[in-house]
């Protein structure tokens, strides 16, 4: 049984993601594929953002944190889905 090469498991997808992304598309798709990119970006910094006033709300007026809020519940949802 031969097993891959760690060329073949790392490298060699993640240039295939490129290659894909960056290819040209009919019709200016890749434009939107990239704006579409960067609006994810943007949102995934904005929940890190407002997760990180969250906690130092939390600190700076000493509130008891609650075992689990909706708040850690949704960033948990969002970055493990």
Partial sequence: MDFPSS???TVDPLLEMVRCVFKRR?????NLLFLMFANYGCYL??????????NYM???FEVRKRKAGKNSEMVLFVYFC
């Fill in 26 to 30: 009919e019709g200016g798709l890749r």
């Fill in 7 to 9: 060329r073949a498991v």
């Fill in 45 to 54: 910094f904005l929940l890190a953002e407002r997760g990180h006033n969250y």
């Fill in 58 to 60: 939390l600190r700076v």
